[in-house]
């Protein structure tokens, strides 16, 4: 079964401080792992996604990273905008076209 | 470009009622997810569909039932609701080609139940 975990579960940050998120997996024909920001009460937004492991991509402050067993969300010079939680969900040969996701890493960001 | 647009915002309901929850896919999109999350909680996939057939099924009783319209348009139904049943629903959409896809979700529908 694929499982999915992030860690730390939740982290505070101040202004300029940067830090890494882990999301570590456990998947059979892992497909793609995807990362999204959810502020609260509103939907998803997504991020990045990698296919396959060495693979990084890069968004303003906001770099991700992957490797056969693990991903990090890396956050440089955050800002207080950057507060919200944090999803990674991977996609698998066991569950077709279907997301699993982790339960997210809540990122207070303090000015 | 119009992204994913759920209706209602939010809904009350009481224990045993039945809930319909809509769901319009971003425009070229064929393939319409449907999640749940409980506050604190990652998404929990219940079911997708794709060109009107469900296309995966997560791990939900069959109360949880769903439709797709031939302009990918969705609808989650609901029936005998339970207290548990109260959650924020996400749908989204994605274009189905080769092994993988991005999905794209809408802002929810807050469910309460009573």
């Known amino acids: 079964e694929d499982q999915v975990t992030q860690s730390p579960e939740a982290l505070r940050l101040q202004e300029g401080e940067s830090s890494s998120l882990n999301c570590s997996y456990t998947?059979?024909?892992?497909?793609?792992l995807f990362w999204y920001r959810q502020d609260p009460g509103k939907g998803p937004e997504f991020l990045f996604t990698l296919y396959s492991a060495g693979e990084e991509k890069e968004k303003e402050r906001l770099k991700a990273t992957l490797t056969k067993k693990e991903s990090f969300l890396h956050i440089t010079a955050p800002k207080p905008e950057d507060s919200a939680t944090y999803l990674c969900?991977?996609?698998?040969?066991?569950?077709?076209?279907?997301?699993?996701f982790g339960p997210g890493t809540r990122l207070s960001v303090l000015p | 470009e119009t992204g994913v647009t759920q209706s209602p915002t939010h809904l009350i309901k009481t224990r045993g009622q039945q809930v319909t929850l809509r769901c319009s896919s971003q425009s070229g999109h064929n393939t319409v997810s449907w999640y749940q999350q409980a506050l604190g909680q990652g998404p929990q996939f219940i079911f997708q569909y794709y060109r009107e057939e469900e296309n995966g099924r997560g791990n939900f009783p069959p109360r949880f039932s769903g439709l797709q319209f031939p302009n990918y348009s969705s609808e989650l139904n609901v029936n005998a609701l339970e207290l548990d049943d109260s959650a924020l629903y996400l749908c989204?959409?994605?274009?189905?080609?080769?092994?993988?896809?991005?999905?794209?979700f809408g802002p929810g529908t807050r469910l309460t139940v009573l």
């Open positions: 998947v059979s024909g892992l497909r793609g």
């Open positions: 969900a991977v996609q698998s040969d066991n569950y077709g076209q279907n997301f699993v």
């Open positions: 989204a959409s994605s274009w189905t080609s080769g092994s993988y896809n991005e999905q794209f």
